[in-house]
């Protein structure tokens, strides 16, 4: 969640590196060869959190201008190039990283599980991330009898879901 302007409260973020995952760092992310990026004075070892599950309070959003901020990392980004190609696959985490650099605070790593290696962690999940190729609405994926479970269908009945390899995939 986004902090308030001056509040110390708060949650919002799952950070990667705790658990493990200390590879993804901010340098990771974002080219510190860039003079924009350095003068931004962020310490290249911080810890990047994962962008794909996060909270906000959408009043400090708007007040704060969030949109306006990131969308001017991503122009930026084009005109120099300011993501790293290390890890940066997409153009969504590094404007991110930078607008709440210091802005958020963490939530529990339960809230966004991603790597669903121990059944016993994911019994223990409250919020299942299926990152990577293989989801569970697509084609075979780990636990995807858990997603399953869950799984709402399209109330409007625009979508259906049709995995890869299935009788309905293979009759289209």
């Known amino acids: 969640m ?3 302007i001056g509040q110390q409260r708060g949650k919002g973020l799952v950070y990667v590196c705790e658990y493990g995952f200390n590879t ?10 860039k003079e924009t990026i350095r003068k931004l004075a962020m310490k290249a070892n911080t810890c990047s959190f994962n962008p794909g599950v996060f909270v906000a309070n959408l009043t400090e959003w708007k007040l ?10 991503m122009t930026l980004n084009v005109a120099e190039e300011l993501y790293s190609r290390t890890l940066a696959g997409s153009i969504t985490t590094p404007p991110l990283l930078i ?34 190729h293989f989801k569970p609405w697509g084609r ?3 636990y995807a009898e858990v997603w399953e479970k869950w799984y709402v ?6 979508f259906s ?10 009759a289209k």
């Open 153 to 158: 269908p399209d109330p409007t009945g625009k």
């Open 64 to 73: 704060q201008n969030i949109t306006k901020q990131l969308e001017k990392w």
């Open 161 to 170: 879901l049709i995995r890869r390899h299935s009788e309905a995939y293979e």
């Open 99 to 132: 607008v709440f650099y210091k802005q958020h605070s963490s939530i529990d790593p339960m809230w966004n599980v991603r790597h669903l290696g121990m059944y016993e962690f994911v019994k223990a999940a409250k919020l299942l991330h299926w990152n990577g």
């Open 140 to 142: 075979t994926a780990s």
């Open 24 to 33: 993804y760092n901010y340098i990771g992310f974002l080219d510190y060869k």
């Open 2 to 4: 986004i902090r308030g």
